[in-house]
């Protein structure tokens, strides 16, 4: 008699796909959450039931979440310190002309 300890469980769940939203036009997308979906034409629909039903929404970004590239937080110290040897990117280097508000 076989046992189904030895048998993988099969993942039915559709893929996920990471959601950003454009409330205006020229504002920026904002990540809003993720929907799942068989493929990006029916998470462009999921994402519009879900995301813009309760607002204003201009714009709608379905992006499968397997294609994003992010840090770790063991990422946090080398990969964000800043590079010391090029001081000429710190803006205490610049004089501000006069007459320049709100810098």
Known sequence: MATE????EQDTQWPRWEVFVQEK???PHQH????HAPDGELALQNARDVYA????????WVV???HIVATSPSDQGPFFD???DKIFRYPH??????GVKNL
């Open 5 to 8: 300890k030895n048998v993988p």
């Open 25 to 27: 036009t020229g504002e």
């Open 32 to 35: 809003a959450g993720s929907v």
């Open 53 to 60: 039903r309760r607002g204003k929404v201009y714009s709608i």
């Open 64 to 66: 499968p979440a397997e």
């Open 82 to 84: 800043p590079a010391e």
């Open 93 to 98: 280097f610049y004089k501000v002309p006069r």
